[in-house]
């Protein structure tokens, strides 16, 4: 955790896991599905909004702390997706939980459209299973 990342009590400023969210979705999108965000939102004339957000602050993460963003798909639909996203600590423990609902949108109309087939796809690789331990995850150091 950086120091523009802490309040003055040396932890976390809770907005700023969201611009942390915001980042691992970008980087998850370019290094996992192969469509970044710049191919997305120039040629792609697409978008992925957020339509539903909700978080659990666990424990409070520190500046100088190291944590584990770890992401899950839990519903794929044609064009909206839900992710299961945790900051975890050094120690295994999560620090804070995420729900999130984005959807796909024709960013000159700005309605739903469908995820393209090849991003539906490399996102069913994150696909949680009813058995959550055994769920494929993508891994960031934050």
């Known amino acids: 955790m950086r120091f523009k ?3 003055a009590a040396g932890i976390v400023f ?5 611009e942390m ?3 691992l979705v970008e980087d998850w999108f370019r290094d996992a599905l192969g469509w970044s965000f710049a191919e997305m939102h120039g040629a792609g004339q697409a978008g992925v909004p957020t339509a539903e957000l909700s978080t659990r602050f666990v424990a ?3 500046l100088g702390e190291l944590l584990t963003r770890e992401l899950r798909v839990t519903q794929l639909g044609r064009s909206s ?3 299961q996203v945790r900051f ?4 295994g423990d999560v620090r804070v939980e995420i729900a999130q609902r984005l959807v796909c949108v024709d960013t000159g109309q700005m309605a739903s459209r469908a995820l ?3 991003v539906r796809s490399a996102m069913e690789r ?3 299973p009813d058995a959550p331990a055994s769920a494929p995850m993508h891994p960031c150091g934050a």
């Open 126 to 128: 994150f696909l949680a």
């Open 88 to 91: 975890v600590g050094p120690a």
């Open 81 to 83: 997706f839900s992710l």
């Open 21 to 23: 969210l915001n980042d």
């Open 5 to 7: 990342d802490c309040d």
């Open 60 to 62: 409070p993460s520190r």
């Open 14 to 18: 809770f907005p700023r896991y969201f």
């Open 116 to 118: 393209p087939p090849e």
